[in-house]
């Protein structure tokens, strides 16, 4: 992991914001997940559709989708959505074992070839320490980084990771772990894709299989004073996108339970919503 605003190693000092913990290294987020989810009445399971290694550095946290948030702005400067919220209700399942997703090939943060490429948001921009929603929920920053590469398999699996190699290129993939006043989770990821079409396709696609998860969770860095949440523990996610960027939100209960996932969609949107306008302040400037 080359760039982060909160330094990611526990023995170098803390990072420029000051913060009072650092976030662990990579190979320290160990959480792969194993979660089975009954369907609704009626409906079949759908097969599995990915494995994860166990030890990943960023695992995913499979679980629950209730309804799943599909977004896509333009890079106009009045962006205008050109896809609404679909509602889903589906089972999912999901194992981890040890087989590991191919690598992929995507272009690391800094090393555009040419000085005409914008490069991607700043991260502290992105993700700034603190994010207010409309309903006055604050979100309080645990950690952020930048990942060495978009397609890293130990943080996105290998349906993405396939479809990144496919693109135009990849600038970078950004995350942060964010809480709220109840210490539920919130990991969001910022995708800097060099062409916007790509930022399209990429969030269409994600939304149409909606019981497959292809990006991974953080889990809290020592001192952060959240817990590690169980393999099983409930998750919702949501996609929006602008211009260059796709941001993936993925939401869980502070106690990992496997319920109430309208209410955590509406916990995760005006954190997802929130740094959506970061993007969108960004891409849209001139």
Not at 50 to 56: H, L, M, Q
Not at 77 to 105: L, Q, R
Not at 227 to 251: C, E, H, I, Y
């Amino acid at each position: 992991m080359a760039n982060s605003d909160h330094d990611l190693n526990p023995s170098r000092p803390d990072g420029e914001d000051g913060d009072p913990w650092n976030v662990v290294l990579d190979e320290d987020f160990v959480r792969a997940a194993s979660v089975k989810e009954p369907a609704h009445p009626g409906m079949p399971k759908p097969p599995v559709k990915r494995v994860w290694p166990r030890n990943a550095g960023l695992a995913l946290g499979a679980a629950a989708l209730t309804f799943l948030a599909v977004r896509f702005l333009g890079p106009a400067d009045e962006p205008t959505t050109t896809a609404g919220p679909v509602a889903v209700s589906a089972a999912s399942t999901a194992t981890a074992s040890g087989t590991t997703a191919p690598s992929g090939s995507a272009v690391p943060s800094g090393s555009a070839a040419s000085g005409a490429v914008r490069p991607m948001i700043p991260l502290a921009e992105v993700f700034p320490a603190e994010v207010k929603g409309a309903d006055g929920a604050v979100y309080t920053k645990v950690g952020a980084a930048v990942l060495k590469s978009c397609t890293e398999p130990d943080s996105v699996g290998p349906t993405l990771i396939a479809m990144i190699n496919k693109s135009h290129g990849c600038l970078g993939h950004q995350v942060a772990l964010y809480k709220d006043a109840r210490n539920n989770q919130f990991n969001l990821s910022v995708f800097t894709m060099k062409d916007p079409v790509d930022t399209a396709t990429l969030v269409m696609r994600l939304s149409e299989a909606f019981d497959d998860y292809q990006v991974g969770a953080q889990a809290p860095p020592p001192g952060s004073g959240l817990p590690t949440l169980a393999a099983d523990s409930g998750m919702v996610q949501g996609f929006s996108g602008v211009g260059r960027s796709m941001v993936v939100g993925l939401g869980q209960w502070s106690d990992g339970r496997v319920a109430d996932y309208q209410q955590l969609v509406g916990r995760l949107t005006p954190l997802l919503d929130g740094v959506t306008e970061k993007a969108v302040a960004y891409e849209t400037a001139p």
